[in-house]
């Protein structure tokens, strides 16, 4: 059974920095693409970045291009959110996706295993 651990998420002013990390365990980490998604009450979970299983490709959603950094490390079995500038419009719950694939496919029903999530808040 696979399990995926998020951490790292806490209360921040916007401008600052955090950093997002995921451990797999029960699956095979290098061999699937990963990805962020977040969620925040009453909408839809939004996929914010993901990631191939060399890491060689990743994707962004256009609102955190430029500002959040995705990255694994295959050695570790962990998945990292890099988030800088961050802005009220971050806050979130952050959740960590393993896909079924190893190429990065935009569709959150390719994510077949998921994380327990963890809250990222920005105050102004």
């Known amino acids: 059974q696979a399990q995926l651990e998020e951490s790292g998420g806490r209360l921040v002013q916007a401008g600052d920095s955090l950093r997002l990390s995921c451990v797999v365990s029960?699956?095979?980490?290098?061999?699937?693409?990963m990805a962020w998604f977040r969620q925040v009450p009453g909408k839809e979970r939004e996929l914010v970045a993901s990631?191939?299983?060399?890491?060689?490709?990743?994707r962004y959603v256009d609102s955190v291009r430029g500002r959040f950094t995705v990255s694994r490390d295959n050695a570790q079995n962990t998945l990292y959110l890099q988030m800088d500038s961050l802005i009220p419009e971050d806050t979130a719950v952050y959740y960590c996706?393993?896909?079924?694939?190893?190429?990065?496919?935009?569709?959150?029903?390719?994510?077949?295993?998921w994380g327990q999530g963890t809250q990222v808040t920005v105050s102004s």
């Open positions: 029960g699956r095979p980490f290098s061999i699937y693409a």
């Open positions: 990631i191939s299983s060399g890491g060689g490709d990743t």
């Open positions: 996706a393993a896909s079924r694939y190893s190429n990065i496919v935009q569709d959150i029903e390719a994510y077949n295993h």
